[in-house]
């Protein structure tokens, strides 16, 4: 449905140039997340998703492991990803904190 044509992005793309901003969509197409910046690079790579919030105030940050979203390029170039995880998922998962 919708993002069946879309090609996945290789594993060299899986680069925070490449996905930060990415919009991250969970079941049923809904819009749970973006990409606010990666752990690494490729397959292995943790994924920091803003979850929620409004205009940058009250998001909160989780980790996402590379394997469990599907970042791929829509036809106007546009990287997004999909996850199985829902956005009540993404909730509850304990909150990703900057070292610095």
Do not use: C
Request: aromatic share 4%.
């Amino acid at each position: 449905m919708g993002h069946g044509r879309h090609p996945r992005l290789l594993e060299h793309e899986l680069v925070q140039e490449n996905l930060k901003g990415a919009t991250v969509y969970g079941q049923g197409n809904e819009e749970i997340g973006k990409v606010s910046h990666l752990h690494g690079s490729g397959p292995s790579a943790q994924v920091i998703v803003d979850v929620g919030g409004f205009l940058g105030l009250g998001a909160r940050h989780v980790s996402l492991n590379m394997a469990s979203l599907d970042f791929m390029r829509d036809d106007n170039g546009h990287v997004h990803a999909i996850t199985a995880w829902t956005k009540h998922d993404l909730e509850q998962m304990p909150e990703h904190h900057h070292d610095n």
